[in-house]
């Protein structure tokens, strides 16, 4: 059994993590998988419930969890759960086209540089094969130089910050992974986003070598829409398609959903309720297979 930390907060944070967590009872049937979600007091309903925003009971929970998803990544809570985890790369899913995304990953600091690019390349190898390294320092290319010695066969490119923004303007669709230096992870995730004109939808994960990692969506709407049922509940889908892939490793359930979510945005949904349906029932046809990738590299 995997259990997944629920910390969905107040405002908007409940509707949304309803919305994930059906998404995931959805995907867990469909590809055989067992997930307890536990819901954990955090921000506005743990001050309500114990006075605090970040209660004891929450930070016990949460630690002994396999990953943690956060509904509500504008609290300032969510400083204190990161801090509470040894957390060592940072990892975002740039949402493109209903059938094209980017991954953008990096170290929190030069210390993690070879922990970051061994999940980045392991991440390329369960897409496309190809990556795209950013960064200049003496350190930073040793390390990636080491790290393609372990992938044979992979596509690995290098480019400065500049060309790299000229590439995600004009021609995104021949970037797929991109892994950077510490001190460049935001700026290119903000460039990408900007380009797509998907700040909404920007996924984000913050991950230890070991532990569970912390999943939230980049943006998130104001607490005054809160109980009409008209929040977009698809940065919180593609957030729950990176947990899976990237926080538990279950990459064919990451992507059916990660499929199900872009034909759902093709369709005109006009509450939350609907759009998480629709995901749900386009589930089984975008059913995705995807665990053979790994094995090519092995």
Known sequence: MTTVACL?????????MAAATRALDGVAKLHGLEFDDVHLPFAGEGVTRSGHPLPAATRAGYRDADAILVASPNEPALDGVKADLHLSWHIARVHGTPTRDLIVAGPVGSWANDTALARAFECA?????????????????????????????????????????????????????????????????????????????????????????????????????????????????????????EGLKKRSASRTLERAVGAASRRTTTDTNSFTDAVIELMPQSRTDVEHFDEVWA
Do not use: C, Q, Y
Not at 8 to 16: C, R, T
Not at 148 to 170: Q, S
């Open 125 to 245: 190898a369960s897409r496309r094969g190809r990556i795209l390294s950013v960064g200049e320092s003496g350190d930073w290319r040793a390390a990636v130089e080491r790290e393609r010695a372990n992938w044979p066969g992979m596509v690995v490119e290098e480019a400065k910050l500049g060309e790299t923004l000229v590439r995600l303007k004009d021609s995104p669709e021949t970037v797929d992974v991109i892994v950077t230096e510490a001190h460049l992870v935001s700026a290119v995730i903000d460039a990408a986003a900007a380009f797509a004109g998907s700040h909404a939808t920007v996924a984000h994960a913050w991950l230890p070598d070991e532990g569970p990692g912390v999943f939230a969506p980049g943006a998130s709407e104001p607490d005054d829409v809160a109980g009409f049922g008209t929040v977009d509940p698809m940065g919180m889908l593609l957030t729950t398609s990176l947990m899976l892939g």
């Open 8 to 16: 969905a907060g107040d405002g908007v944070g409940p509707e949304l």
